[in-house]
DNA sequence: ACAAAAGTGTTCTCCATACACCCATGG
DNA sequence: CCATGGGTGTATGGAGAACACTTTTGT
């Protein structure tokens, strides 16, 4: 249904939006010890960008936001976090969105709204990689996750976008605890580790690691796993919020 | 120059400015041991607000806000920091903005973008008091600093918004060393000692708190202050940003 | 001499680090 | 029995809290 409300003003130009304003949302994923991104390419180009849209004239933006990562992912009560606002002067990229548009098969009128200088609500989300279905919008042929260090040239300034956001998220890793939002419902303190390991960019010790997690008094213990290996069953946590 | 191009674009409602975004500014200066902010009151309103405005189509956000600093304080290179964007649908405040005007002698068309939705995006800034010249803008009559537990009841969701900035504050302090911009080149130990503890809310043991700031090696020791009190002469530090 | 505030020193506790050690599991 | 990784114990160092002590100023 939104669905339909963005094709059709994409072509109409006359958007029940709220104008000059979008968001982006850097999708956070974690899995096979590597931090993921969530990135959409445009039909018939190499553009590759971050999930963003629209706010709808009657909507929250966190709701906007909220819309744009349940189109993308399928999932919904995603943890989102609003990390800054990107509004250069510059931010105008009418040949950018020329060239997108084409892919499409559509010309833009030289006054469409998407040619206007737009400023950017930048949000970062974390999710439970396991359950997300990815998937494209109209304008793009693709919605996969990339590696946070194999992330092609993005366009507009959504590069610098995702740097903040990485900013952002490793100084809240500690302060918020928001790390478990990107883990499944149970896992293992070595899991976490790994998490942690790949935000921050930097090995921990995993002794103290383990009684620095576990004294946050925020882990409930469930059950031994035997993962076959040849070593001790590691402890499976759940975490609980208070 | 500017307010002229304000004044204008008030009057006849085509504005060259960008649509649906303002800004707002928290503006905080720290004098008698008092954290106090600037606020504007509305000609024949008692409505108080935070000095704000509008980006123009080529303006940076944080130009528009240094403008807007700049206007109410006559200060240029003002410590500035973007802390959140305020974005709920209900942002639509056309009675208040009828009444405003009206306080201004216009009335304003049905179809006027000041009856719209509007986001605004939250600056925080930091001033030295004794140097500030406040200026109220056309549409107010006074601009003038509130002691923080004195705030009065502020239009809009601008109670809202002066709350997140404080936590910001509150949370920057330390981390970002953002307290001295509050204080005049030169200043005592106790007095920064006061500045923290109003800021924070909390008492600071003093001979702690001395070796703290000290140790953080950014204040340069220039020379005693002789202030006539029966006690010894305090000396006077100097900041120095790396 | 005394009060008041500035500056410095000392102790204690807590927490993070580093590292050692034991435990469980499958080959 | 051994290799591997999970879980816990222990020593060390640095930072902050609490408090004592000295120094400097004007009355």
Redesign the pocket.
């Known amino acids: 249904m939104t669905k339909n409300i963005n094709r059709k003003e994409y072509l109409e130009s006359k958007p029940r939006l709220l104008p000059s304003v979008s968001i982006d949302c850097v999708i956070f994923g974690f899995s096979n010890n590597q931090l993921k991104i969530l990135l959409l390419k445009f039909k018939n180009t190499d553009f590759y960008a971050l999930p963003g849209g629209f706010i709808s004239i009657e909507e929250d933006l966190s709701d906007a936001a909220l819309r744009v990562l349940e189109e993308r992912t399928g999932l919904r009560d995603i943890y989102l976090e609003q990390f800054y606002v990107f509004g250069s002067k510059d931010r105008r990229y009418d040949q950018t969105h020329q060239k997108i548009m084409e892919g499409n098969g559509i010309i833009l009128k030289p006054n469409h709204f998407l040619l206007d200088r737009f400023i950017s609500i930048g949000y970062y989300a974390l999710i439970d990689f396991s359950k997300a279905n990815p998937a494209p919008d109209d304008l793009s042929d693709s919605c996969e996750w990339y590696d946070l260090d194999k992330v092609p040239s993005l366009v507009f300034d959504h590069n610098q976008i995702l740097q903040k956001a990485l900013e952002t998220l490793r100084s809240d890793l500690d302060t918020k605890l928001v790390g478990f939002n990107l883990l499944p419902e149970t896992f293992?303190?070595?899991e976490i580790q790994r998490l942690y390991e790949t935000i921050l960019g930097e090995k921990l010790?995993?002794?103290?690691f383990?009684?620095?997690i576990?004294?946050l008094g925020i882990l409930e213990r469930i059950e031994?796993k035997?993962t076959?290996?040849?070593?001790?069953?590691?402890?499976v946590y759940r975490f609980v919020g208070q």
């Open positions: 293992t303190i070595n010790v995993r002794s103290n383990q009684r620095k576990l004294s031994k035997m076959g290996a040849a070593n001790k069953a590691p402890y």
